[in-house]
């Protein structure tokens, strides 16, 4: 390289570094865009001081203290902290909006290490942002945390006002068929407002009214947010109130009535403080019964302890408390529980009738036809020798009874017992037997050396029907035993 050529080079690097060193400056007011916000600390949260309160910031370069409360959701590297002192009882309505996710709010009160949580203030354990009940004097203490590399994000609080129909003498007045929507968090339970028998415990409440212009049967049902619970009352005034029914938070089940005309009932939709949320509320005709039997077993015989499971029909899951079960062969029972038991004297088919109420004042009745259909034979008899020598063919004899209408295939089994005790199989047959019939079977056995030396032979017949897998309907009387008593060695001839 010439001494030009390497000047000109210096020259090239001093320009490129100085447009560095430049660059550099330029950015430097920029430096303080990577320090965490000002809020990022707990001790550092930004004070509300008045309400509607909104602020736009970016989480980007939050951190997570070590002792950021983890109890609501672990998850998450970016935290920021706001805190409010309520200067009266209200209800506050959080608010967030990101470029990102929306960041997670967890809302708490106490100090620093100390901190408790607000019933229903985890925006994760509720479909709706928190909403929360405040406290003169009270400090909340309001936890952001970014999920995943934050963002510009958009935090609020307002006040709002409490659920128009938060209080009795406020209930909504309902027409029928009816749809209702209402926030829970916006609620309370008023002093002196019944506790619900199913759910003392909700809190959160708000109410309805309804004066049916005709007796009906009712459903109501609580629908998304947290399926809160539904309590019915009769009266008007709350010193009149009679439970009529209630159905618990959580089980999205619907409490039905029946409305009489002219009455006055009160609706009761609740929830505890962690649970409150939005819901649909639905008025509608409650369905009708279908009841019926279930037999089991299915296709029973005249042996047979039927089993009848005893179901209403009733697609809101309501069951029997009273009514009976007519059998079809004249008898009847009375439904006492969830199974009625019966045996019918003879086949047939039968019309099993269902007729029953449930505890709102619904009837129904329902019918279904049984078939009772027995298949049984008897081993009446086994004829054996009384005695044989060995090598010796004898036959052995089984009578078989056909007890019933129908014509039946029945195998049998021959065995012997071991001088161990157990039976071996030694002979089978099959035989078409004609309908209340009565036939004898013959087998055929050679007596060995074996049963010489036990000096006697025990036999075993068992009985089954073939082509149906369930087989006897009474298989107590298909098995026999017989012994030949004597067996001697083979006669020896005179020489």
């Known amino acids: 390289?010439?001494?030009?050529?390497?000047?000109?080079?210096?020259?090239?690097?001093?320009?490129?570094?100085?447009?560095?060193?430049?660059?550099?400056?330029?950015?430097?007011?920029?430096?303080?865009?990577?320090?965490?916000?000002?809020?990022?600390?707990?001790?550092?949260?930004?004070?509300?001081?008045?309400?509607?309160?909104?602020?736009?910031?970016?989480?980007?370069?939050?951190?997570?203290?070590?002792?950021?409360?983890?109890?609501?959701?672990?998850?998450?590297?970016?935290?920021?902290?706001?805190?409010?002192?309520?200067?009266?009882?209200?209800?506050?309505?959080?608010?967030?909006?990101?470029?990102?996710?929306?960041?997670?709010?967890?809302?708490?009160?106490?100090?620093?290490?100390?901190?408790?949580?607000?019933?229903?203030?985890?925006?994760?354990?509720?479909?709706?942002?928190?909403?929360?009940?405040?406290?003169?004097?009270?400090?909340?203490?309001?936890?952001?945390?970014?999920?995943?590399?934050?963002?510009?994000?958009?935090?609020?609080?307002?006040?709002?006002?409490?659920?128009p129909n938060d209080d009795f003498a406020a209930a909504v007045t309902s027409g029928f068929p009816a749809a209702h929507t209402a926030d829970l968090s916006r609620a309370s339970a008023e002093e002196g407002e019944p506790a619900s028998s199913c759910d003392p415990d909700a809190d959160r409440s708000v109410w309805y009214r309804y004066t049916p212009d005709r007796t009906r049967s009712v459903a109501v049902n609580a629908q998304y947010g947290q399926w809160p619970g539904v309590t019915v009352y009769r009266g008007a005034t709350p010193d009149a109130l009679t439970e009529v029914d209630c159905v618990p938070s959580g089980s999205a089940l619907s409490a039905v009535f029946t409305a009489e005309v002219g009455r006055t009932y009160h609706i009761k939709v609740a929830d505890d403080a962690v649970r409150a949320a939005w819901f649909d509320l639905r008025l509608i005709n409650a369905p009708t019964l279908a009841p019926a039997a279930y037999a089991r077993p299915e296709t029973p015989s005249t042996f047979d302890e039927v089993a009848f499971h005893v179901s209403s029909g009733d697609t809101l899951g309501r069951p029997l408390v009273s009514g009976e079960v007519r059998f079809g062969d004249g008898t009847s029972a009375p439904i006492t529980g969830d199974q009625v038991v019966h045996r019918y004297a003879a086949d047939g088919r039968y019309q099993v009738e269902v007729t029953g109420s449930t505890s709102d004042g619904r009837t129904g009745t329902g019918v279904r036809t049984l078939t009772v259909e027995t298949h049984d034979v008897t081993l009446s008899d086994l004829t054996v020798p009384t005695s044989a020598r060995a090598g010796q063919t004898k036959p052995i004899t089984v009578k078989v009874t056909n007890n019933t209408g129908y014509a039946e295939t029945v195998e049998l089994e021959l065995l012997r017992q071991t001088e161990h005790g157990y039976f071996n199989r030694v002979g089978t047959l099959s035989q078409w037997v004609a309908a209340n019939a009565?036939?004898?079977?013959?087998?055929?056995?050679?007596?060995?050396?074996?049963?010489?030396?036990?000096?006697?032979?025990?036999?075993?017949?068992?009985?089954?029907?073939?082509?149906?897998?369930?087989?006897?309907?009474?298989?107590?009387?298909?098995?026999?035993?017989?012994?030949?008593?004597?067996?001697?060695?083979?006669?020896?001839?005179?020489?």
């Open 1 to 163: 390289m010439t001494q030009s050529t390497r000047r000109a080079s210096t020259r090239l690097r001093t320009s490129i570094i100085g447009l560095v060193a430049v660059a550099i400056a330029a950015v430097a007011p920029g430096v303080a865009h990577a320090e965490p916000p000002s809020n990022d600390d707990f001790a550092a949260a930004t004070a509300v001081t008045a309400l509607p309160f909104q602020v736009t910031q970016d989480t980007t370069r939050a951190t997570k203290a070590a002792d950021d409360p983890a109890d609501c959701y672990s998850w998450g590297g970016h935290t920021v902290w706001f805190s409010y002192t309520a200067p009266a009882d209200a209800i506050v309505k959080t608010s967030v909006t990101s470029t990102s996710y929306p960041p997670l709010i967890a809302i708490y009160t106490g100090g620093r290490g100390a901190l408790a949580p607000v019933p229903g203030g985890c925006s994760y354990d509720t479909p709706l942002l928190p909403t929360i009940h405040v406290t003169a004097g009270e400090t909340y203490h309001f936890l952001l945390m970014d999920h995943y590399s934050g963002g510009e994000v958009t935090f609020g609080l307002t006040a709002v006002p409490p659920a």
């Open 438 to 495: 009565t036939v004898q079977l013959p087998f055929a056995y050679t007596y060995t050396a074996a049963d010489v030396a036990a000096g006697k032979v025990t036999f075993q017949v068992k009985g089954n029907l073939t082509h149906r897998w369930d087989g006897d309907d009474n298989p107590a009387d298909n098995e026999l035993q017989a012994t030949t008593p004597s067996v001697r060695s083979a006669a020896t001839r005179a020489i």
